[in-house]
Each structure stands twice: as C-alpha cells, then as structure tokens.
C-alpha cells in the first residue's frame, strides 16, 4: 500500500513549456486535490475533484488543467509554464467526507522550477 | 467554508508543553477539526481529528470548547523533532468539497 504517490520528484522546465504532473493513490478514496506550496509560505488549493470524471477550481487554478479519467489518477497540467508557477505541488486524497475520520493523504511533492 | 487564523510562529524549549490554538469562527454544524503537521521537503501529515470536546492520542490533544469556534492542539514535552509548521483545517462534511488551509504555525524548538 503506497497511498499517494507523485511523478515525476523533480522537473526543470523553461519558460513556455507544458508538462504533466501525475497523482496516483491506491486507497479507492473518492476525493483529490492539488496544491502548490510557494517557498516559506503555507498550501493554496488549485484544482479538485470529487470523483472520476469530475473536477472543480480551488483557490489559484489560472495556467492549469487537471483531469480524473480514473478513480485513482489525477492530473495536473501546464500548457504554457512561467516563473511564478516555479513552487513544490503537492497531490491530496481522502475518502468521503462526512465520515469521521476522513483526513487528508499527502504524496511527498513534485519540485518545478520554472526559468 | 469555515476560515481559520493562527499564530505566525511560536518557540518553545525541549520537554514544554506547546499549545497552538486556532480560531474558526464560522464553523459549520457537521465540519470536524483536523491538524496537520509538515516538515520541510516533505507532504503534510495528519495529527489529530476532532469534533467536539477533546481528543487525545498518542502524540497530541486536541481540545475543542462547547461553541467550537476554536480549538487547540497540544503537544506534551516536545522534543527537537516536533520542530514543524502546524496547519488547522476545518471541513470533511458532506457540503465542504474544498479543503483550504490557513497560513499555518511554525513551532521552532530549542534545545
């Protein structure tokens, strides 16, 4: 049991660039989520998605797309990187809200910078 | 959705006890309250989840009064490894979709 796990750990992009940062969880949890941590500062929400084939914009979705086409994957795209998109994301699960207990699980972050 | 506010920062010396409360003014009927902890380079990781009263495992407590509009993490005799940001998050019922944390509390501990 691997719980969330990110690819790729670290990517080096130049200005104008697209890449694709993969989320994968084994634990069937319904609910995903994908943040960008900028250095010193705290978590920001760019994109969710409450189940497959669904997705929703969080607090800073600008210059991404995300796609859930299976239960356990979920994408983040940048069609055309920039400077400011230079941060560590980090890809969430959980199970269902409404039960107790149904905290977040954390993959260990995808280090971009941008030049 | 139910915003939280934190202390920016807080020390501590090895073996106090730390408490870092978090104020959650419009916290809805079913929100629980969840506390994370993060070390640098690294995802963050659950602590400690509560609803109401207090809660208590094996590394920290959670006390959560009557109106719930806050809550306080506590952590017993901390050591130098509990040096961390602490995030509080309010939401996992079924009308919050969206999980937005707050700037978080960075506890240095000195030896």
Request: net charge positive.
């Amino acid at each position: 049991n691997a719980g969330v796990t990110q690819t790729p750990k670290f990517r080096v992009l130049k200005t104008g660039q697209s890449m694709t940062l993969l989320c994968a969880q084994d634990m069937n949890h319904e609910y995903m989520y994908w943040y960008r941590q900028d250095p010193g500062m705290g978590l920001r929400l760019i994109h969710y998605s409450v189940g497959e084939g669904t997705t929703a914009k969080g607090e800073v979705p600008d210059g991404y797309n995300v796609s859930r086409l299976k239960k356990q994957n979920f994408l983040l795209g940048l069609e055309s990187a920039a400077p400011s998109q230079t941060s560590v994301y980090f890809c969430a699960s959980r199970r269902i809200p409404g039960q107790a207990n149904s905290p977040l699980h954390f993959g260990n972050g995808t280090r971009l910078t941008v030049t | 959705l139910a915003k939280t506010t934190q202390p920016i920062s807080m020390d501590s010396y090895e073996g106090q006890e730390v408490n870092i409360t978090c104020s959650h003014n419009n916290i809805a009927t079913n929100d629980y309250i969840t506390w994370y902890q993060q070390f640098p380079s690294q995802g963050p990781r659950f602590i400690i989840q509560g609803y109401k009263t207090k809660v208590t495992n094996e590394v920290a407590s959670l006390f959560i009064p009557a109106d719930r509009k806050s809550s306080t993490l506590s952590l017993p005799r901390v050591s130098l490894s509990d040096t961390a940001v602490y995030y509080c998050l309010v939401g996992a019922s079924y009308n919050t979709d969206k999980l937005i944390f707050g700037t978080g509390t960075r506890l240095q501990v000195f030896p």
